[in-house]
């Protein structure tokens, strides 16, 4: 059996090792190629295209590197399965960000005097609400984490939309959502108009979410507070990009699913599942 795999020159995350693929090889009696190859029975990453599948005829399985199934449009003879672990960093990485902002470290100053100006703005864990928008694996784990600090937690999963609240009066809103025609431009000037003027917007779910002509206007009209962004809807990040422009946005590259196991555990769970389904 061939199997395909993109997880080749690109972040540690993934870019699996050549002592990787010939574990794999050797554990499930199946050849691994980096190029794409006509008689490829499987396919394992997280980049498929329509080419894929014109180039690949013959695939059945679809393992996908990452957490959630929604950016795929597959046929539906194609079996297609995830590795939900990988998200295993996401909800710590937005803990890391609702800190970082509560504590004003997104405004630090080496100037004491400076920083008094946001004093008013930092309040203790058991004063702060947050909105999880989106109530899947992910933000039920911030859910635990946030709650275990004493914050206050109001969830919405992915099928009631945010616009049905007529106010959304939280200090953060934390954005787990995956990208589905449901989800695309969820948040928007209606969005941001609700929001609490001191209030923040966390993304770690997908940058399309997000309308970022509406969010830039919001951060520069003080409509909310600031933003933290580890995606945004054209990755890479342009240099040209706006929001690169403003001091009260906060924008990782993609990073928050960074830890130091992360490939091992994609490696291991498609041993399990290809294994399975050579059964």
């Given at each position: 059996?061939?199997?395909y795999?993109?997880?080749?020159?690109?972040?540690?995350?993934?870019?699996?090792?050549?002592?990787?693929?010939h574990?794999?090889?050797?554990?499930?009696d199946?050849?691994?190629?980096?190029?794409i190859?006509?008689?490829a029975?499987?396919?394992w990453?997280d980049?498929?295209?329509?080419?894929?599948?014109?180039?690949?005829?013959?695939?059945?399985?679809?393992?996908?590197?990452?957490?959630?199934?929604?950016?795929?449009?597959?046929?539906?003879?194609?079996?297609?399965t995830?590795?939900?672990?990988?998200?295993?960093?996401?909800a710590?990485?937005?803990?890391?960000?609702v800190?970082?902002?509560?504590?004003?470290?997104?405004?630090m100053?080496?100037?004491?005097?400076?920083?008094?100006k946001?004093?008013?703005?930092?309040?203790?864990f058991?004063?702060?609400?947050?909105?999880?928008?989106?109530?899947?694996?992910?933000?039920?784990?911030?859910?635990?984490l946030?709650?275990?600090?004493?914050?206050?937690?109001?969830?919405?999963?992915?099928?009631?939309?945010?616009?049905?609240?007529?106010?959304?009066?939280?200090?953060?809103?934390?954005?787990?959502?995956?990208?589905?025609?449901?989800?695309?431009?969820?948040?928007?000037?209606?969005?941001?108009?609700?929001?609490?003027?001191?209030?923040?917007?966390?993304?770690?779910?997908?940058?399309?979410?997000?309308?970022?002509?509406?969010?830039?206007?919001?951060?520069?009209?003080?409509?909310?507070?600031?933003?933290?962004?580890?995606?945004?809807?054209?990755?890479?990040?342009?240099?040209?990009?706006?929001?690169?422009?403003?001091?009260?946005?906060?924008?990782?590259?993609?990073?928050?699913?960074?830890?130091?196991?992360?490939?091992?555990?994609?490696?291991?769970?498609?041993?399990?599942?290809?294994?399975?389904?050579n059964?």
């Amino acid at each position: 059996m061939i199997v395909y795999t993109d997880l080749c020159n690109r972040t540690k995350n993934y870019t699996l090792t050549d002592e990787m693929i010939h574990m794999v090889e050797s554990q499930c009696d199946v050849k691994i190629t980096t190029i794409i190859n006509p008689n490829a029975e499987v396919y394992w990453g997280d980049k498929i295209t329509q080419q894929h599948l014109e180039v690949m005829p013959h695939l059945k399985w679809v393992h996908l590197s990452k957490t959630g199934t929604g950016k795929f449009n597959l046929p539906d003879d194609i079996s297609v399965t995830n590795t939900p672990n990988s998200s295993n960093g996401v909800a710590e990485y937005a803990v890391a960000g609702v800190l970082h902002l509560l504590r004003g470290l997104d405004r630090m100053s080496n100037n004491r005097l400076e920083f008094d100006k946001n004093i008013d703005y930092i309040k203790p864990f058991n004063q702060i609400s947050c909105l999880i928008v989106g109530y899947g694996r992910i933000g039920k784990e911030i859910d635990r984490l946030l709650s275990a600090l004493g914050m206050k937690i109001t969830n919405l999963d992915r099928h009631t939309h945010i616009t049905n609240l007529k106010e959304l009066p939280y200090d953060f809103v934390i954005n787990t959502l995956p990208l589905s025609h449901e989800t695309i431009n969820y948040f928007t000037t209606e969005t941001f108009g609700k929001m609490n003027k001191n209030s923040y917007i966390l993304n770690i779910g997908r940058g399309e979410t997000i309308n970022e002509d509406d969010l830039f206007n919001a951060l520069t009209t003080k409509q909310i507070r600031g933003a933290f962004l580890d995606v945004v809807q054209n990755e890479p990040i342009k240099y040209d990009n706006r929001l690169l422009k403003l001091d009260n946005v906060f924008i990782s590259p993609h990073i928050a699913n960074a830890l130091y196991n992360a490939l091992d555990t994609q490696v291991q769970t498609f041993i399990e599942k290809l294994k399975e389904y050579n059964k």
